[in-house]
């Protein structure tokens, strides 16, 4: 499956900004899906996660209350919805995709992920 990220922009400390990850290729419903941050200097991070259905999702703890990870299979897409923004979310965004043959929760490593995105810019700004 090929991923395509977008969304990412110039926001304001405190405000909302929301991700898009389409899919192209394959059998979107067999895959689990990660969004992953690096921030310069830093290694990537896993931010949050999304089982084949949307039934099992998943959270770093520094974004728990503020990010909502959803999927609509039938558009192929993955969103993460990011609120109350902080200077320290900016970050290159990435959406990844790993097929599971069972429901679970995605991967938190990285190295388990077959496809990925190229990447979304978010900056944030005080």
């Known amino acids: 499956v090929q991923l395509q990220a977008s969304g990412g922009g110039l926001v304001q400390a405190g405000g909302p900004l929301r991700l898009s990850c389409v899919a192209s290729?394959?059998?979107?419903?067999?895959?689990?899906v990660g969004w992953f941050r690096q921030a310069p200097g830093k290694e990537r991070e896993f931010v949050a996660g999304i089982g084949r259905r949307g039934d099992y999702t998943n959270y770093h703890d520094s974004v728990k209350g503020r990010f909502t990870i959803s999927r609509d299979n039938g558009k192929k897409s993955v969103y993460l919805q990011m609120n109350s923004l902080k200077l320290e979310d900016a970050a290159v965004y990435y959406c990844a995709a790993v097929e599971r043959n069972y429901m679970t929760y995605a991967p938190r490593n990285l190295n388990e992920y077959s496809s990925w995105g190229q990447g979304t810019q978010v900056t944030v700004s005080s």
């Open positions: 290729g394959g059998i979107f419903s067999r895959y689990a």
